[in-house]
T-cell receptor
Framework: DTEVTQTPKHLVMGMTNKKSLKCEQH?????MYWYKQKAKKPPELMFV?????LSINESVPSRFSPECPNSSLLNLHLHALQPEDSALYLC????WGVGGKETQYFGPGTRLLVL | GQQLNQSPQSMFIQEGEDVSMNCTSS?????WLWYKQDPGEGPVLLIA?????ELTSNGRLTAQFGITRKDSFLNISASIPSDVGIYFC???????????FGTGTRLTIIP
């Protein structure tokens, strides 16, 4: 089973709201990722967690705050977003952790609309 | 960030035709991954390649890891309507923490 789950599937929020995206995998994967994807473009990396520690922040604005409560869960906390942050947010996980053979499995994504 | 050159950008084919697409890079990779993405969904891993020259099949899909380690190819035989979507390649270099994605190939099947 290579399933990564994400909730919610869709999210509409105002610019003053606070919301969270959730991601879960039960495959024992050691690395988890957040990506942002705009229409017709490839995914853009935002954050990488390796062994539950943040290893990469791709200069993401502080209105996006990641959290890894345990090895199976990854959250993305959203606050004071802008309309241009509207996108598909993807979570991914990898069994090997960084530095090894790379095979990333993606979740279905959360479609975010910021009004 | 860097993106891989993926071609063609889009394809319009009839059902039953074979499809070929490729990805090229200016630098070498240790891993090539091929994904398919349907609208509003996450990318689904189709094939993973880990060795230069490797040829791997998954049903009607066949992918190859180029000998130079700077390119990869994906072929789809006898296309069917569910093959419609965007195909992304992604390369990974050992020790790097990131994937580098191709620009995508959009496949459309003409009735």
């Amino acid at each position: 089973d290579t399933e990564v789950t994400q909730t919610p599937k869709h999210l509409v929020m105002g610019m003053t709201n606070k919301k969270s995206l959730k991601c879960e995998q039960h495959m024992g994967h050691r690395a988890m990722y957040w990506y942002k994807q705009k229409a017709k473009k490839p995914p853009e990396l935002m954050f990488v967690y390796s062994y539950e520690k943040l290893s990469i922040n791709e200069s993401v604005p502080s209105r996006f705050s990641p959290e890894c409560p345990n090895s199976s869960l990854l959250n993305l906390h959203l606050h004071a977003l802008q309309p241009e942050d509207s996108a598909l947010y993807l979570c991914a996980s990898s069994p090997w952790g960084v530095g090894g053979k790379e095979t990333q499995y993606f979740g279905p994504g959360t479609r975010l609309l910021v009004l | 960030g860097q993106q891989l050159n993926q071609s063609p950008q889009s394809m319009f084919i009839q059902e039953g035709e074979d499809v070929s697409m490729n990805c090229t890079s200016s630098s070498i990779f240790n891993t090539w991954l091929w994904y398919k993405q349907d609208p509003g969904e996450g990318p689904v891993l189709l094939i993973a390649l880990y060795k230069a020259g490797e040829l791997t099949s998954n049903g009607r899909l066949t992918a190859q890891f180029g000998i130079t380690r700077k390119d990869s190819f994906l072929n789809i035989s006898a296309s069917i309507p569910s093959d419609v979507g965007i195909y992304f390649c992604a390369g990974h270099y050992f020790g790097n923490e990131k994937l580098t994605f191709g620009t995508g190939t959009r496949l459309t099947i003409i009735p």
